[in-house]
Nanobody
Framework: QLQLVESGGGLVQPGGSLTLSCATS????????IGWFRQAPGKEREGVSC????????YYADSVKGRFTMSRDNAKNTVYLQMNSLKPEDTAVYYC????????????????????WGQGTQVTVSS
């Protein structure tokens, strides 16, 4: 059974850091691009970052560029999102998702085009 399980969320003060993990199982991670998405209460889902199958290319939304870093370890079936300099507006439920095909990473992220989704992990940035 294909699964994506996010972890690492929590409460952090503004300016702090968190690292999210997305553990995958039931499929060969090498064959999938992975994206991190987020949704805040009352807002539409937003693509945060997307990474190519082997990790050679990465796309970041303008809102997180320079603060977030996405990486993957296919041998460990895990994808990461390192989040630094967190702001209150980063508060959201964060989801990882897998796409077997994508036109470009930007399209994948901007349009939320993915085949499989995790359940999400809450990130709250507040003092």
């Amino acid at each position: 059974q294909l699964q994506l399980v996010e972890s690492g969320g929590g409460l952090v003060q503004p300016g702090g850091s968190l690292t999210l993990s997305c553990a995958t199982s039931g499929f060969t991670l090498d064959y999938y691009a992975i994206g991190w998405f987020r949704q805040a209460p009352g807002k539409e889902r937003e693509g945060v970052s997307c990474i190519s199958r082997r990790g050679g290319s990465t796309y970041y939304a303008d809102s997180v560029k320079g603060r977030f870093t996405m990486s993957r370890d296919n041998a460990k079936n895990t994808v990461y999102l390192q989040m630094n300099s967190l702001k209150p507006e980063d508060t959201a439920v964060y989801y990882c998702a897998a796409a077997s095909y994508y036109l470009t990473l930007q399209v994948m992220c901007d349009m939320g085009r993915a085949n499989y989704w995790g359940q999400g992990t809450q990130v709250t940035v507040s003092s």
